[in-house]
């Protein structure tokens, strides 16, 4: 871990150099030029640079570095040569990484560039989790009509991601990050149920409701982490880098082993109200462009009760009127509406949503669905999925699948 993060502001990007050393890369910057060609630049340069889109993988040469690199000077390097796509293919982190033959590299995040997403580097909770199980076949729950009204049987269904929206990343980004990548002092509002620090957030991430300048969000701010090395998930609610870069106060924090069935601590919360983790419920571009979703999805209610119900471990609400639904409630597009008419990218999330449901995880609009956010999203086309509304929905009955409490895992 190094010691210390120095965040420079220039006229053209925001650059992390890692450590402040004489052998450190210096005054790292990124941009895309008309033709799409993303360049890099930087000073104290020692031999021959490479880069990497994640921390600790700095092994791309950097095209026509014989001509580009001049003593010390990395001068609008090209990161491939011309009919590569990787050439003008933005990081789905929007963070590029740059390495040397000398000391610390540096990080930059491309000038205007708003986070995508890309498959996650490990595979989301086994595969009998809770998560990954068809609930088509499974029981009404006897609540279900008064949970549905109280959460808006009238109210439509609404894409809460898609494409870049008035500057901004629309929906929840995630990062697969580097197995080096160090760890920085996190601090919690809610810290008693919040995993400790330290946690190894980059100092250009995306966060939640951010725009084109990284580390910066809006809303519930969060900021999602995939390690692969270890498939440890780190979530984050309410993130906000400080001032030095080299640290971050956060609402609360949860570390998710991707390849467990373990649950948080009962009474805890996580990055989300309901204690669950948050990526495993996200609409993800790669997935619907493979043609199947096959988890449940994420979503959010009004008002919910003071209660909840497995696999969810924690409640955020005062109302302790039955008639409104606890966290952790299972909904599933009922089996009789007709999707056909719906576009190919639509009908696979509506096919997930009859097969797999989605979750009641916090507190927010009627029926808005999580997503990650990306550029290839097409916002008309996930607006049509307004057309279907609360009524076209029902509670699930899955108490028969919990085989442990404190578990996710689910019976056959």
């Known amino acids: 871990m190094h010691s210390h993060t120095t965040i420079l502001l220039t006229a053209w990007t925001l650059t992390a150099v890692f450590a402040p050393s004489a052998d450190a890369i210096q005054r790292c910057t990124a941009k895309s030029l008309r033709d799409g060609t993303i360049v890099v630049s930087a000073t104290s340069v020692v031999g021959t640079p490479t880069w990497g889109t994640r921390h600790g993988e700095e092994t791309s040469s950097f095209d026509g ?4 690199v001049a003593g ?12 590569d796509p990787v050439r003008t293919r933005l990081p789905a982190s929007c963070t590029i990484y740059v390495a040397d033959a000398g000391g610390p590299g540096c990080s930059t995040w491309v000038k205007r560039c708003l986070p995508s997403s890309e498959p996650p580097a490990c595979a989301i909770l086994p595969a009998n989790n809770v998560w990954n199980r068809d609930i088509s076949m499974l029981p009404v729950h006897a609540m279900s009509d008064a949970w549905v009204a109280t959460i808006g049987i009238g109210a439509p269904l609404h894409p809460d991601f898609g494409g870049p929206y008035r500057g901004h990343a629309s929906g929840i980004p995630y990062v697969n990050i580097g197995a080096t990548q160090p760890p920085v002092p996190v601090t919690f509002t809610y810290d008693d149920e919040s995993d400790p620090g330290p946690y190894p957030i980059p100092p250009l991430v995306p966060v939640e409701g951010g725009g084109p300048s990284p580390s910066k969000g809006r809303g519930d701010s969060h900021v999602l982490l995939v390690q692969p090395d270890t498939c440890t998930l780190y979530e984050t609610f309410a993130s906000k880098r400080l001032r030095s870069g080299a640290s971050w106060s956060l609402g609360s924090g949860a570390v998710f082993d991707l390849s467990s069935n373990a649950l948080r601590p009962d009474g805890y919360t996580s990055a989300d109200a309901a204690g669950l983790p948050i990526l495993p419920g996200l609409v993800r571009y790669d997935e619907v462009a493979g043609g199947a979703i096959t988890h449940a999805l994420r979503f959010t209610a009004p008002a919910t009760q003071r209660a909840y119900v497995w696999p969810a471990r924690h409640y955020a609400s005062s109302i302790t009127d039955p008639s409104y639904p606890p966290m952790g ?9 007709d999707i056909s008419g719906f576009s190919a990218v639509n009908q696979v999330i509506l096919t997930a949503l009859k097969k797999y449901g989605m979750f009641l995880a916090d507190n927010g609009s009627s029926w808005f669905v999580s997503g990650a956010p990306d550029n290839r999203w097409d916002d008309d086309e996930l607006h049509a999925l307004t057309q279907l509304h609360g009524g076209d929905f029902e509670v699930i009955d899955e108490s028969s699948l919990m085989v442990d409490p404190d578990s996710g895992e689910a019976a056959p």
């Open 65 to 68: 570095s014989a001509t580009c």
């Open 72 to 83: 010390s000077k990395l001068r609008s390097c090209a990161l491939a040569p011309t009919g």
């Open 329 to 337: 409630i299972r909904v599933r597009l009922k089996a009789s509406v």
